[in-house]
């Protein structure tokens, strides 16, 4: 009873400061805020949805942009057959990509270490292989999603009616990965990764809960990359499957710190904000140099993150 008060508690806070985030972006009247701040809180689900899994279970997935691109697919293909509301697009694309990553789970977790993130990785090549020849969803060439001016109904802005659902949808995922650590989920998936073979002896269904994690962390990206077509305008394969969303939800969890939800919220907000900024004042080639070197930086000096500093700072006071 008193964790479910707590997880309540934690939700309403997190629903104030998401409100408070929505009231500042829109004072200060300049619409690269939401554009830059939507990309920002994308970042924030794809790296607590990649460390339900590479985190909490320990098994490093490779595969992030095929899950993102299946939620985007998923839009492209409902917006030429009947467009739907965005929120609805969610769900489907939650499904979508939730059902892959439970059969790809179902196919490749009785692979462990490298050989799961290898997995992984002919994972995405193999759907956008199959992108890139469907010409439904415009192919090699790409789609065009054009995007209404506004939301009449709120009375807002397209683009901040996007930046409040990717706001929602990272509440969403951080109150999701804070209540999976906190309860018997989460124990479940500590002792998978700190000793698989040791769990299994003790008769931890480790398979059962690797399929929940693959499927959770699978229906998280897919949700990200449910508004994206709306977001971007016109969708490629190149852009769908882009690196820097294999390499930064790898990235952001690494940096702040795996064994906790803070990590990827921590490591989201610093590396994304460095991105938008070297983007804007540099160039956007620039980014997955500062993420490449930030990492090997992290991996050496500070291996479970700035979590892991600030826990260690606090222990030797």
């Known amino acids: 009873m008193s964790s479910t008060i707590r997880s309540g508690s934690f939700v309403?806070?997190?629903?104030?400061?998401?409100a408070f985030v929505f009231a500042g972006a829109r004072s200060i009247g300049n619409d690269y805020v939401f554009f830059a701040g939507y990309t920002v809180l994308q970042f924030i689900v794809l790296a607590t949805a990649w460390n339900i899994l590479g985190g909490y279970t320990g098994y490093v997935n490779f595969g992030t942009a095929a899950f993102f691109a299946l939620g985007a697919y998923a839009t492209v293909f409902?917006?030429?057959?009947?467009?739907?509301?965005?929120?609805?697009?969610?769900?489907?694309?939650?499904?979508?990509?939730?059902?892959?990553?439970?059969?790809?789970?179902?196919?490749?977790?009785?692979?462990?270490?490298?050989?799961?993130?290898?997995?992984?990785?002919?994972?995405?090549?193999?759907?956008?292989?199959?992108?890139?020849?469907?010409?439904?969803?415009?192919?090699?060439?790409?789609?065009?999603v054009i995007?209404?001016?506004?939301?009449?109904?709120?009375?807002?802005?397209?683009?901040?009616?996007?930046?409040?659902?990717?706001?929602?949808?990272?509440?969403?995922?951080?109150?999701?990965?804070?209540?999976?650590?906190?309860?018997?989920?989460g124990f479940g998936f500590a002792t998978i990764r700190d000793d698989e073979l040791a769990a299994e002896a003790s008769g931890?269904?480790?398979?059962?809960?690797?399929?929940?994690?693959?499927?959770?962390?699978?229906?998280?990206?897919?949700?990200?990359?449910?508004p994206f077509p709306y977001y971007i305008g016109y969708l490629q394969p190149s852009s769908a499957f882009a690196l820097e969303y294999a390499v930064n939800s790898i990235a952001m969890?690494?940096?702040?710190?795996?064994?906790?939800?803070?990590?990827?919220?921590?490591?989201?907000?610093?590396?994304?904000?460095?991105?938008?900024?070297?983007?804007?004042?540099i160039s956007s080639a620039v980014s997955l140099l500062i993420v490449g070197v930030l990492l090997v930086g992290f991996v050496i000096i500070a291996p479970n993150g700035l979590i892991g500093l600030w826990r260690q700072a606090f222990l030797k006071r």
Request: charged share 5%.
């Open 12 to 18: 309403l806070a997190c629903t104030v400061v998401a």
């Open 78 to 144: 409902f917006h030429k057959f009947y467009p739907l509301p965005v929120p609805v697009l969610l769900v489907i694309g939650a499904a979508v990509s939730g059902l892959i990553g439970l059969g790809m789970g179902y196919l490749t977790l009785r692979l462990r270490g490298a050989f799961f993130s290898i997995a992984t990785l002919a994972l995405a090549v193999v759907l956008q292989t199959l992108v890139v020849n469907w010409n439904y969803v415009g192919g090699a060439r790409g789609a065009y």
């Open 253 to 281: 969890p690494m940096i702040g710190g795996t064994t906790s939800w803070v990590g990827p919220l921590v490591g989201a907000l610093l590396l994304g904000t460095l991105q938008q900024v070297t983007t804007v004042t």
């Open 204 to 226: 931890v269904p480790t398979l059962k809960l690797k399929l929940i994690a693959t499927t959770l962390s699978g229906a998280l990206m897919g949700m990200a990359g449910a």
């Open 147 to 185: 995007r209404p001016a506004e939301v009449p109904e709120l009375a807002l802005p397209y683009i901040q009616y996007l930046f409040l659902i990717m706001l929602a949808l990272a509440v969403m995922a951080i109150a999701t990965a804070r209540i999976i650590e906190h309860s018997k989920l």
